[in-house]
């Protein structure tokens, strides 16, 4: 583990990096944003959105909470949402849920973790409503099976909002992809094809 101290050393040594292979990187940046993509993903640690895409900062816009969930009553989220399809008007919303998801593991668990049962019960009714399925599976394909209903139920519940349906309604192109990435292998996976519009939102 690196100290506090060397996070300030490594950012000196990275800042001047940038600077030296392009004078004006900084500059340019602190321009403006531009990004075509918006990223709903996990906080966990392991899945950051630029290193795992081979993004540069800039590049892609970024919510994380426990376990990406979008529900229409969280503040956060939608405003995120509204700037991303309204200002900066990406192109693309990704949401990407990961395999080993701990918020996902909770939500199956039976027992109280405190507050965040409360931010899961969105996906402890996911299990409810997909029970017939998941009784069928192991504990581990049952756990990694949730954790892909999750990024899929997600990726609904942004195309449902207000924010993504007055976009389409007003011709605006954009596409929510419902996308997994498993831990162990560094390796994206699309679960489905993109909902670029109401009508993708009923498969
Ligand atoms: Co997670």
Known sequence: MQSIETLIKNNAIWADSMRQSDPNY??????????????????????PANQI???????????????????????????????????????????????????????????????????????RSLTRVHKDELALLEDGSKFD???????????RHVARTTIVEDAWERGQELAIHSWIYRLDQGILTPLRDPISCSKDNEI
């Open 145 to 155: 099976r949730l954790c892909e209903l999750n990024v899929l139920s997600q990726a």
């Open 53 to 123: 895409t081979g993004l540069p900062p800039g590049e892609v816009f970024v919510h994380r909470n426990v376990a990406n969930v979008v529900q229409e009553t969280d503040f956060n989220v939608l405003a995120v949402l509204q700037y991303a399809v309204d200002v900066l008007k990406v192109t693309d919303v990704i949401v990407c849920g990961h395999y080993g998801c701990g918020g996902v593991k909770a939500a199956l668990e039976n027992f109280r973790h405190g507050i965040i049962d409360n931010w899961l019960a969105p996906i």
């Open 26 to 47: 900084f500059t340019r940046l602190a321009q403006q944003q531009n990004p075509r993509y918006f990223w709903i993903g996990c906080s966990d640690s392991r899945v």
